[in-house]
């Protein structure tokens, strides 16, 4: 079993509709969790990070489910830029990240 | 600041050969880390390392050398290209005990044939 699950997608979901993807995580000792973006042949980058109690940043919205070991991603009022794919990533403690093979969304006009 | 650059951009080997991946970073962080990313695999960590003269291995070390001789830069070797070692590559960086915000270079695309 991958230490990080995600749906590979992808999403393809028109302008302004609302998405959501989550990604499950094996270690239940894992102690902080992100969501990075990539771009198509580009470099990840932090989009945001997951806290028990949630977060918002804008249109997106990131939430964790520790008993059940799973965490969400909501982006709403989707915009064609927000095409890319949305890495899944934990730390269990450790100085080592763990990523997901990723979420690919498409946003069409 | 250039943040973190990687060279080559691309780069093709024949099986046998050994090459040397560059990165370097500007922030003055102390965390570095090198990446391999494959369809369908996510990003595997190879090596990285805490600061200068210290690394350690990652999920992926075989067939890859690093050293850490300075806070900028950290390189890292192919010692003997295979074809299974091509993949895009990405180093990393971030302030150490901030390692869930790191930094990522363009990435290398390395084929072997």
């Known amino acids: 079993r991958k230490e990080v699950e995600q749906d590979p997608g992808p999403f393809n979901v028109p302008e302004g509709a609302t998405v959501a993807f989550n990604c499950t995580y094996s270690?239940?000792?894992?102690?902080?969790f992100f969501w990075y973006r990539q771009d198509c042949r580009k470099e990840p980058k932090l989009l945001m990070s997951?806290?028990?109690s949630g977060n918002e940043d804008g249109r997106f919205t990131a939430q964790l489910n520790r008993a059940s070991q799973y965490i969400s991603l909501l982006i709403r009022d989707s915009k064609l830029s927000d095409s890319a794919t949305y890495l899944c990533?934990?730390?269990?403690?450790?100085?080592?990240?763990?990523f997901g093979t990723g979420t690919r969304l498409q946003v069409f006009p | 600041n250039a943040g973190v650059t990687q060279t080559p951009k691309f780069q093709v080997l024949k099986t046998g050969q050994s090459m040397t991946l560059q990165c370097a970073q500007d922030?003055?962080?102390?965390?570095m880390s090198w990446y391999r990313q494959d369809p369908g695999m996510g990003l595997r960590l190879i090596h990285y390392?805490?600061?200068?003269?210290?690394?350690d291995q990652g999920e992926v070390p075989n067939g890859y050398n690093v050293s850490r001789s300075t806070t900028e830069d950290f390189p890292l070797r192919l010692l003997s290209a295979a074809p299974s070692q091509t993949s895009v590559y990405f180093c990393?960086?971030?302030?150490?005990?901030?390692?869930?915000?790191?930094?990522f270079g363009p990435g290398t695309r390395l084929t072997v044939t």
């Open positions: 990533v934990v730390n269990d403690g450790t100085d080592k990240l763990i």
């Open positions: 922030m003055n962080h102390e965390y």
């Open positions: 270690n239940s000792a894992s102690q902080s």
């Open positions: 997951v806290y028990s």
């Open positions: 990393a960086s971030s302030r150490q005990g901030q390692v869930d915000e790191q930094y």
């Open positions: 390392s805490v600061g200068a003269g210290i690394t």
